[in-house]
């Protein structure tokens, strides 16, 4: 059988640590591990009416084949969101997508070629990491600072590499960090990418998820010559599982997004698109936003104040002012994997951050996810881990 597969396939392997973590899908364990959004937030009852509401308005369209682009009315409230955060974009300008992730395979498929430079953070999303990979690019990783990616660095590295292609980012509670890029440095940003006549992929599915601090634009509204392109979603502020996310980028280049997304999907789930315009048609978007920040902001507090009380002073982590995510920074000589080995047989879990380095071997660090679980479990799973770190120490 091995002969037949691709290179890529041969290639794609689950990782030691996705293993590790099949082992805390037991009610016992408290998992930090996943990227969940809130449960509690997700609206079922709205959706009720919601499904009904569209099967009465649309019938059998709802049901039938509709174009790769995506809905027209969808695409004009993705629009709206975006113009409200200082892009301007015409219906042409946006492709509907199946979830973000969708965005970043296309990503992966119009642009990398085997060898092709990709600049990313470091540390980066893992799943856009196995998004890029199939296609065999060289990563090249940036170091990050409290205030987003460090542009001394970037700037170095593309002085010996004038060739790279794209720089990826997630400016806003960036997974697996949590930590934001600052105003000055977006503006900056668009400046080097013009300069050096590269393309900026700016990931943001979690700019609504603000708790706390001044909120700044996107990189993308500062973009002067097409050079940014926006990928979003509506899994973190209506839920995941309808798999609605959208790129927004120059009309040559959402073309080819288009084209390759035909060979993917044709076009993504028709009834999701409509479960969301309508869900926002009835519904008021801002109310919506405004009560899932409420309930993030509470788990985030709970679980920083754990944090602050029962980590070891030696432990540095992110206070995240949005997002999903606290990243944990362990002493040098402590690895995150063999921590998750106890972590595990002590019923707590999380993500050694290994797997968000793109080229590079960290091994001291690791992602804690405060969405998807219950405060009184945050307490108690952090204190669990504190304990484990303690006695590792
Ligand atoms: N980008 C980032 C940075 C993410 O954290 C996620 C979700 N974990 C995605 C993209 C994909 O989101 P979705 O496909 O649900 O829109």
Redesign the pocket.
Known sequence: MKRMFSKRAREAKASEVRELLKLTDNNDIIAFGG?LPAQEAFPVEEMIEVCKDILVAHGTKAMQYATTEGNNEIRGLMQEIMKEKGITAEIENILVTS???QG?DLTAKVFIEEGDKVICEKPT?M??INAFKPFSPQFLEVEMEEDGITLEDLEALLQQNPDAKFIYT?PDFQ?PTGRSMSLGKRKKLVHIANKYDILIIE?N?YSELRFSGETSPPIKSFDTEGRVIYLS?F?KIVC?GFRI?WVCGEKEIINKYGLLKQGTDLHTNIFSQLQILYFFKTYDIKQRINKVREIYKKKRDVMIETIEKEFPKEVEFTRPMGGMFVWVTLPEDMEAKKLLEKAITQGVAFVPGEAFYASSEVKNTLRLNFSGLEEDKIQIGIRRLAEVIKNEM
């Open positions: 990227g979830g973000s992730q970043l999303y799943a856009a997630i997974n990931d599915p979603t899994s995941p996310g």
